[in-house]
């Protein structure tokens, strides 16, 4: 009765397989020379060793969710540019709603002054 | 490409949500021009919103009660007697929720107009999930009511139980909202759809994938049972209710319950009628445990709003039995009827209670212990009726509608009780549990009258009205619940 | 159907309207110490429902019909197939609505007659306990409103009762109205003297009606058993019905849904073997069961009506302030019994037997409550015994069938008693002022009672209008035409005298008596010299009381013209005849005799001129005793009211008293207590202890008293402790939820 699910069985265990020649692959093919600065888990400067737990200025969180506000309106913009002429009125209201509903938020936002950064 | 006509959306048949998102998207923009010492501009502005809604519902009560049911939104939402009634439930719970406000908030100085506007986005929230014909709408709404109630918790955020309350709410919510889209991707794995009506075709069709749905609407019950507070994915609920600034509290014990339990019954009863008894099982099992451990935990709590939070941990599972009762398809519109009417008297008694709650508590958010109320029997002799009242209502005592609605939810579970015994034993249980009950409400009452103490309370105009509002309120539905009961009854899923 | 008739609720809500006010608003509206708002509001709510009543009256000269006004639905209970559903219907046809004019009319007068009457009443109270004036208006604040809040009360109960279109609505109202006069009666319950009895006089009133009550539910259930509705018109529809054909015909119901009962093990029992009614495994004849709803009904009417054997409640209810014996204990709601017999004529026309004990029962009553009147000397007792023989006239008429004579004696009598209680009123007020006049200059004594006859006299000279108004009253009472009170009872005599020799010789009798002990009182108190301080400083009572009595006085006066018995007048028997089926309709020329009439105003003018020669030639003296006292025994006997109440101590309340002392002190607490509990149950656990070891004794012992109790307790204590605080422990539970959800699903799933 599972003969469905066979392909995702498939997909896991090529999943699996394929991940694990991956790292091998690049141990035994990439060409070592190993730095104190290489050899930290994250390069980009972030230190390892310290509290977990550290502050961060909310303004960065406030950024962060502004960001993907608005991110998410361009994901549905650009589906709409694409077919705009398909769409035709119906598609500039639902459209038009949906900037209107945002616009508020952009208005709310600046009048709080979430978008001073002092 | 087929694009939806507007025929199909029927605008009309959602005017009362249109009116409140409309209304609040204007309010709050229009509430960054309100100096902050005018901050009650904006809850009489909610209210004139809310009043809005109610005279169009108030048509379209006419209207349904003709017609029957419409959809609207191409399917998507379903307008029928039992989203109408419960939409009222929701625009009068609402409207005390502002009231409550009203004084509260400058009291407390945490008067903001975000407010009121949020409280508009909640309702808005749990109206759509009276009328959700859809799982993705299921899930929209059910975020759309939670995430203003997250912030809602914790308005008082000078204090730190209001902060603790927003933050658990917020974590554990969003844990059981995953199981729910957990639950709906099973579901729409099992049977191709997430359309309400579609699935229920399915699940009869196709036997093959029966497990999966299966499992689906088993974690669907988790995110649903999560906002109604139900054993055991109740945890939140006292240290929620306990933080959160009491209007919020109120508003929350009452709206999020009823739209929880509004999703719950369509969903079940439309999309599952196939799986009836295993659903039916599991509620049964729910309720039971949910009304022993929300009694008998109330019995030890000293904090009023602790104490009224397992009290609707409790009712959640005396509702949870006529939902239970609902698999048997012969008397489901018995037991949709008891519930809707248990959750209309449950929102007043509730309602009011919390309003005495509130005119106890002081400037500081102390005053919250049931010790407090010592004396009120004598210094408000009025205000220590009413809450004596509702105290009888929630204990499910004669002239109230705290009675009635139990007594229905009975009966619906025992006309239910040749498709599943077990309900006989989760209905002595929640017989069992009501006298249990009875200790911990009567003893607020015996503290109002027979201790002594300074019983200070303010009680403004709003509080007032709200109070003798639900005592009336509650009265009527224990006196003439005919008329009311007839509604309810006719609030029947089409 | 006439649209005036869609305005009939406003008839029971105006009054009620006025009770919300006076509640919530009365102490605002009290703005100084003279303020009458509450009253004014109450009087005019009264007023606005008596307009409503004269609407309905002229709506239904068009259509004497009637019509049945559906308001709401007040409960519905649905079993299986059969339905019990209560509607709150108004029914109007000619007799509620002769009904309603008279409770509004009547109603109204004395409502603007204690806005006047109250203020004194109040002040009265307020020297009686020596408040200072500050302390007096915050009494008056709290008990003028109050008081009118009970009145408006009362009045929409009333009309709740008599425009019920079922028996269960009027068993509300009549509910209601025994609810008000509790209040009314006990409306001086702190007074500082006589508190205590006023409570103990609610008490009984409610106590006595209660018995009452008990007829009433039981007859409300046969009715429902019997014809499976409780609306009047159905009922009387499938009795009429059913006289000769089965339940199961007239029910029009399946035979499947009727109990069912087996031949084999169903006995008949009663009288005739008409059609049978079955009761589980018993089976009644129709005839018996009519006996039995329309005896229970009986026992329901003498509580309310104050009829023999439980008229004692009405001489006591008279603790209540005045306007409250006039209009509920004289005038209006002691007359629900003949309204509801009246109502139920159908009934009563299918049950001879009831329809006689009902005469006799009345007739006996009248005569009794009229020698009891004679040897009383409080001038309200003496109208109070009145009143109950008074509506022994009216009990006696319904229960012969002449229910027009009745309802016509009902609505004179509102009149005339309602004159007479006010005009007493008034009387008392005076003396009561006269008194305050002497007692502040050092005579008075607190032992004054104001309403001994005994302690006025010669009070015509300071009172002109009340002495004509009493006079016209009492004239009217004693039947002297052509007053009110002479073309009623004259009706009631000639129906007796037709179909009842031995009741028409009782009332004969019962009204000489009426004659005599009104002439006793007249000459008492209006004439002679005054016999105290109080007296002789009498006053006249303002306008706002003078004026509804003369308005009274001469509605006693012309009351007659409503149905005169001479051909076409004969005005309320018309207006009757499409409510009241079975009432007698005197052939033409028949609705009058001039034998009974001239033997009833001679017997009158006699015993008039009787208590003349013993009242009037000699007037009493201070401190004199009362002539008839002659009579030595007999007096002593009238006065003590035949020993009804010592009769009902000694034969129910002493057994009942021994039978629960009894029961607490022997059966609950010696036996129950000291033996059972203490040496039986103590002795048996106290043996076991010896044998079992001390914590399961102990575990045993307070297991059963708070085990289970505890048992919560710890079980509300220990699960209080998972309620950690820490959200992980929250999310674990969600988790293990689930997990057992999916679990139980699945296991289920494959289980099959």
Known sequence: MFEQYYPIAVLVLLATVLSIIVVFLSRIMGPRRPTPKKSAPYESGMSPIGPAVRRLPIKFYLVAVLFILFDIEVIFLLPYATLVRELGVYGLIATGIFVFILTIGLVYEWKKGALDWE | MQLPILESINLMAVLPVLIIAGWACVLLVFDLLIPRSRKHWTAWLALVGLLGAAVALFFQIGHFARLGSEAAFDGMVTVDGFSIFLQVVFVLTAIVGVLLALDYLPRHGIERGEYYVLLLFTTIGMMIMSMAADLIVVFVALELLSIPLYILSGFAGMRETSEEAALKYFLLGAFASSFLVYGIALTYGGTGTTRLTGIAQAVTSDALNLPLTTVGMGLLL???????????????????????????????????????????????????????SEWGTLIAVIAGLTMLLGNIVAISQSNIKRMLAYSSIAH???????????????????????????????????????????????????????????????????????????????????????????????????????????????????????????????????????????????????LKTVLAATAFGTLVLGIIPGPVFQMAQRAMLK | MNSLFSLIPLVVFFPLLGMLINIFFGRMLMADENSKAPGVIASLMAGLSFVIAVLMFVALLGEPEGVEVPFMTWFSISAGSRTLSIPWTFKVDTLSSVMMLVVTGVGTLIHIYAIGYMHGDIDEQASKRGL??????????????????????????????????????????????????????????????????????????????????????????????????????????????????????????????????????????GFGLLQPISFG????????????ITLLLLLGATGKSAQIPLFVWLPDAMAGPMPVSALIHAATMVTAGIYMITRSNVLYAMAPFSADTVAIIGAATALVAATIAVAQFDIKRVLAYSTISQLGFMIAAVGLGGYVAGIFHLATHAFFKALLFLSAGSVIHGIEHGHHATAHKGHGDHAFDPQDMRNMGGLRKHMPTTIVVYIVGALALAGIPPLAGFWSKDEILLDASKHDPLIYILLTIAAFFTAFYMGRQVWMVFFGQPRTEAAAHAHESPPVMTTPLIILAVLASIGGLMNLPFGRLHFLAEWLRESVAYAHVPAAGEGFSITVAVISTVLALAAIALSYIIYGTKPLQEGQADP?????????????????????EAVFIRPFKCLAN???????????????????????????????????????????????????????????????????????????????????????????
Not at chain 3, 281 to 292: E, G, K, P, R
Request: glycine share 8%; with cysteine; net charge neutral.
């Open chain 3, 662 to 752: 009894w029961l607490a002190f022997t059966i609950d607490w010696r036996f129950w207590h000291d033996f059972v509990h203490d040496s039986v149950i103590i002795q048996f656990f106290d043996g076991w202890a010896a044998i079992l070891s001390r914590p399961v004794d102990m575990g045993i012992v307070d297991g059963a008293v708070n085990g289970i109790g505890r048992l919560v307790a710890g079980a509300s204590s220990r699960l209080r402790r998972t309620q950690t605080g820490y959200v992980r422990n929250y999310a674990l539970a969600v988790a293990l939820g689930v997990v057992a959800i999916v679990a139980y699903l699945l296991i289920r799933f494959f289980a099959n």
């Open chain 3, 281 to 292: 495994a018993i089976t009644l004849s129709f005839q018996t069961v009519m006996i039995a």
């Open chain 3, 132 to 269: 200072s004036s500050d302390e007096a208006f915050d009494l008056k604040r709290r008990r003028f409103p109050r008081f009118f809040a009970y009145f408006n009360l009362f009045l929409a109960s009333m009309l709740i009762l008599v425009t019920g279109s079922n028996y269960l609505v009027m068993f509300v109202g009549w509910e209601l109205v025994g609810l008000c006069s509790y209040l009314l009666i006990g409306f001086w319950f702190d007074d500082p003297i006589v508190g205590i009895y006023n409570s103990m006089a609610g008490r009984k009133a409610f106590v006595v009606n209660r018995i009452g009550d008990f007829g009433m539910v039981m007859a409300l259930m046969l009715i429902f058993w019997t014809f499976g509705t409780l609306q009047f018109d159905d009922v009387f529809a499938r009795a009429e019905c059913m006289r000769t054909a089965s339940q199961f015909e007239c029910l029009a119901v399946d035979a499947a849904q009727m109990v069912e009962t087996s031949p084999n093990f169903s006995l008949m029992f």
């Open chain 2, 222 to 276: 988790v995110g649903l049972g999560f906002k109604v507070a139900a054993v055991p994915f109740h945890m939140w609920t006292p240290d929620v209710y306990q933080g959160a600034p009491t209007p919020v509290t109120a508003f929350m014990s009452v709206g999020a319950k009823a739209g929880g339990f509004a999703a719950l019954i369509r969903v079940l009863v439309t999309a599952f009628p196939a799986i009836a």
């Open chain 3, 628 to 648: 008839l006292r002659v009579a030595g025994p007999l007096f002593t006997f009238l006065n003590r009211k035949w020993y009804w109440d010592e009769a009902y």
């Open chain 2, 316 to 462: 959640a599972g005396y509702i949870l039995l006529a939902v239970a009762a609902a698999q048997r398809s012969e008397n489901a519109s018995f037991a949709i009827g008891a519930v809707v009417f248990y959750l209309l008297a449950y929102a007043l008694t509730n309602l009011g209670a919390f309003t005495v709650a509130i005119a106890v508590e002081r400037d500081d958010g102390t005053g919250t212990e049931i010790d407090d109320f010592a004396g009120l029997g004598k210094t408000r002799p009025w205000m220590a009726l009413a809450m004596a009242l509702f105290m009888l209502s929630l204990t499910g005592m004669p002239i109230s509608g705290g009675l009635v609605g139990k007594v229905f939810v009975f009966q619906a579970a025992l006309q239910a009780v040749p498709g599943d015994p077990l309900l006989l034993a989760v209905v002595i249980i929640g017989v069992l549990t009501s006298v249990v009950s009875a200790f911990y409400y009567l003893k607020v009452i015996m503290v109002m009258y027979m201790r002594e103490g300074e019983g200070k309370a303010v009680l403004p105009l709003a």
